[in-house]
């Protein structure tokens, strides 16, 4: 089983910066396209970044220009750099395949990791 762990999380003022992180305990790391997501209270999970393994990356509308999405291969670390954060960013954070890419995401999510944007 594929065990995801998530870290990097906090409490930070609007217009701050975090930078996440998640470790995939996964063979061939490499030949995965990763995904971060985010789930909010009352809200469904949604797919905000990902990158392939060549390193292309896309982001939902709301977050381009802001969030930067990151993997070091040698490592089985997937980052996402949040900068100019936005009380609307809160939630919890995970990480795992990205399900745009292949209809699914390994079953087993990580604890997540809370980012909350307040002042």
């Known amino acids: 089983q594929v065990q995801l762990v998530e870290s990097g999380g906090g409490l930070v003022q609007p217009g701050g910066s975090l930078r996440l992180s998640c470790s995939a305990s996964?063979?061939?790391?490499?030949?995965?396209?990763m995904g971060w997501y985010r789930q909010a209270p009352g809200k469904q999970r949604e797919l905000v970044a990902s990158i392939t393994s060549a390193h292309t990356t896309k982001y939902t509308d709301s977050v381009k220009g802001r969030f930067t999405i990151s993997r070091d291969n040698a490592k089985n670390t997937v980052y996402l750099q949040m900068d100019s954060l936005k009380p609307e960013d809160t939630a919890v954070y995970h990480c795992?395949?990205?399900?745009?890419?292949?209809?699914?995401?390994?079953?087993?999510w990580g604890q997540g990791t809370q980012v909350t944007v307040s002042f």
């Open positions: 795992n395949l990205d399900r745009a890419a292949y209809g699914r995401t390994w079953p087993n």
């Open positions: 996964v063979t061939m790391f490499d030949i995965y396209a």
